[in-house]
């Protein structure tokens, strides 16, 4: 009998709030080896609509420690805070404030969403976007202050008005699909897609081809970018661009990779 340990490679821990519903979105990034650890959180604000106040609440950095603290035992190789609108809404450096509570309580290097998709589109030397998300206007034009913040032109951003991770995390791929599709502007180097709820995994090969131009995504990014900081190549042809040209990024892109480095304690 055979037995192999998922875990040889290393273990990412994910930080994330409670009321995702996509947990099978994020295996479906993993090279063989490398396991994924979940801790889940709660606010005051879990059962209220979507908004700048309610992912506020998931932005503390009290309550992301204890998030932590709880995951901290299983020893993750890298850890990441997976929420991409509690990231960003309190603009840019924030975000590197979130990464350093939880890689410090862990003893890991650390990340987050947002810091994750940033990363990404510097490594891929992308400075002009086009921007689709799933939440009201109030919460995605946040997102596109902390793009432009963060370097880049954002061409045009779109909404789906969704109010709650339930309806995000249970719209089937080609919602998703056609949103990048409708957002498309010839002069955008990118398409970026928010919200570490959606499913996009299995459609982003085909989306790119069809659209002739990369397309980031909140978990695509958000599984990338902790295996970089682990070291991990996590190449293959099936998962975008990111992954298919840029999964050994830490070799040749270590500037990029690396803004959001924490090392072990």
Same mark, same amino acid.
């Given at each position: @009998?055979?037995?192999? *340990?998922? %875990?040889?490679?290393?273990?990412?821990?994910?930080?994330? +709030?409670?009321?995702?519903?996509?947990?099978?979105?994020?295996?479906?990034?993993?090279?063989? %080896?490398?396991?994924?650890?979940?801790?889940? $959180?709660?606010?005051?604000?879990?059962?209220?609509?979507?908004?700048?106040? *309610?992912?506020?609440?998931?932005? =503390?950095?009290?309550?992301?420690?204890?998030?932590?603290?709880?995951?901290?035992?299983?020893?993750?190789?890298?850890?990441?805070?997976?929420?991409?609108?509690?990231?960003?809404?309190? /603009?840019?450096?924030?975000? !590197?404030?979130?990464?350093?509570?939880?890689?410090?309580?862990? %003893?890991?290097?650390?990340?987050?969403?947002?810091?994750?998709?940033?990363?990404?589109?510097?490594? *891929?030397? !992308?400075?002009?976007?086009?921007?689709?998300?799933?939440?009201?206007?109030?919460? #995605?034009?946040?997102?596109?202050?902390?793009?432009? =913040?963060?370097? $880049?032109?954002?061409?045009?951003?779109?909404?789906?008005?969704?109010?709650?991770?339930?309806?995000?995390?249970?719209?089937?791929?080609?919602?998703? $699909? =056609?949103?990048?599709?409708? !957002?498309?502007?010839?002069?955008?180097?990118?398409?970026?897609?928010?919200?570490? /709820?959606?499913? #996009?995994?299995?459609?982003?090969?085909?989306?790119?081809?069809?659209? /002739?131009?990369?397309? !980031?995504?909140? +978990?695509?990014? @958000?599984?990338?970018?902790?295996?970089?900081?682990?070291?991990?190549?996590?190449?293959? +042809?099936?998962? %975008?661009?990111?992954?298919?040209?840029?999964?050994?990024? $830490?070799?040749?892109?270590?500037?990029?990779?690396?803004?959001?480095? @924490?090392?072990?304690?």
């Amino acid at each position: @009998m055979t037995f192999s *340990m998922r %875990g040889w490679r290393g273990r990412i821990g994910l930080v994330m +709030p409670d009321d995702a519903v996509n947990d099978d979105e994020y295996w479906l990034y993993l090279p063989d %080896g490398v396991n994924l650890m979940i801790a889940r $959180f709660t606010t005051a604000t879990r059962d209220e609509p979507i908004a700048p106040d *309610m992912v506020d609440a998931y932005a =503390d950095l009290d309550t992301l420690r204890r998030a932590a603290d709880v995951i901290k035992i299983t020893r993750p190789s890298a850890v990441v805070f997976g929420c991409t609108s509690c990231s960003f809404v309190r /603009g840019v450096g924030w975000d !590197i404030k979130q990464a350093h509570a939880i890689g410090e309580v862990c %003893g890991a290097p650390a990340t987050t969403v947002s810091t994750a998709m940033v990363a990404a589109l510097k490594t *891929m030397g !992308i400075k002009s976007v086009c921007v689709g998300a799933p939440y009201p206007d109030s919460v #995605t034009e946040r997102f596109a202050i902390y793009l432009r =913040d963060s370097g $880049f032109e954002v061409i045009h951003w779109q909404t789906l008005e969704m109010t709650s991770e339930w309806q995000i995390g249970n719209s089937p791929p080609s919602v998703w $699909f =056609d949103l990048a599709k409708a !957002i498309d502007r010839p002069d955008a180097e990118a398409i970026v897609l928010s919200c570490t /709820g959606i499913r #996009t995994a299995e459609i982003l090969t085909p989306l790119e081809a069809d659209l /002739g131009k990369p397309v !980031i995504t909140a +978990p695509q990014a @958000m599984i990338w970018h902790p295996l970089q900081l682990m070291k991990v190549d996590s190449t293959r +042809p099936d998962r %975008g661009r990111l992954f298919a040209e840029y999964g050994s990024a $830490f070799n040749t892109h270590q500037g990029a990779v690396r803004a959001v480095l @924490m090392s072990a304690a």
